[in-house]
């Protein structure tokens, strides 16, 4: 079985265009305001309508630390699927943004020596993990990859739990054949897929190669 893939980091109309075609099974918007990739949800809008409906694809909206107000506002403009939640919610605040927004919420946590026993704390709250590169001053998307030599715990966690776990961090064409031998459950992927901080169509035919050939 293939992982499952999330394209994540799209801000602008071209770079929707591209995922919007691609074969991934989640697009992401980052809608806080602590990044270099956020978008607003009057942009974002305006995009899907442009696009008109989007068939087989789940809409993520990106979070961190934000209000469940803010959150609140950008779903009533977004009609995102999912929330990730990117910083430091804890789990009665994902509980709360869950039970508002009657959508999935997926946790954020970056890989260090408790991110086993921080997955645990959000059993039966959480429907999905992200384990990112810990980078201080970033929430993610800095395209450092950590030490994969985890991901087989954080599988077996997630699947304990009956919800996926996406690997995100410095992923790219040269180095996916890699994390595809270790069997993660998804994959999520910003700057691998770009070229001057906008996605490129070549990153992601590779990605998607390298993904399909070895997944199927």
């Not at 499952?4 to 591209?18: V, Y």
């Not at 950008?74 to 959508?103: A, R, T, W, Y």
């Amino acid at each position: 079985m293939r992982p499952l893939l999330k394209f994540c980091g799209n801000h602008s109309f071209e770079d929707l265009q591209l995922t919007v075609n691609s074969r991934a099974d989640f697009i992401g918007f980052i809608f806080t305001k602590k990044s270099r990739r956020t978008v607003s949800a009057k942009e974002v809008s305006c995009w899907l309508k442009q696009l008109g409906p989007i068939s087989e694809k789940k809409l993520v909206g990106v979070f961190a630390n934000d209000s469940l107000r803010f959150i609140e506002t950008v779903h009533e403009m977004v009609p995102f699927d999912l929330v990730q939640l990117h910083g430091n919610e804890s789990p009665k605040q994902l509980k709360e943004i869950k039970e508002s927004l009657g959508v999935p919420v997926w946790k954020a946590l970056h890989h260090d020596n408790k991110t086993l026993s921080q997955m645990n704390q959000y059993d039966g709250l959480a429907d999905g993990f992200v384990i990112d590169t810990k980078v201080s001053g970033h929430f993610g998307g800095t395209g450092i990859s950590f030490d994969w030599t985890n991901i087989s715990d954080y599988t077996h966690e997630a699947e304990r739990q009956n919800v996926p776990c996406f690997i995100a961090g410095g992923v790219t064409p040269g180095n996916i054949s890699r994390l595809l031998s270790l069997h993660p459950i998804g994959i999520d992927i910003a700057s691998g897929i770009e070229r001057a901080l906008h996605k490129d169509r070549e990153c992601i035919q590779k990605i998607e190669e390298k993904v399909w050939v070895n997944g199927d």
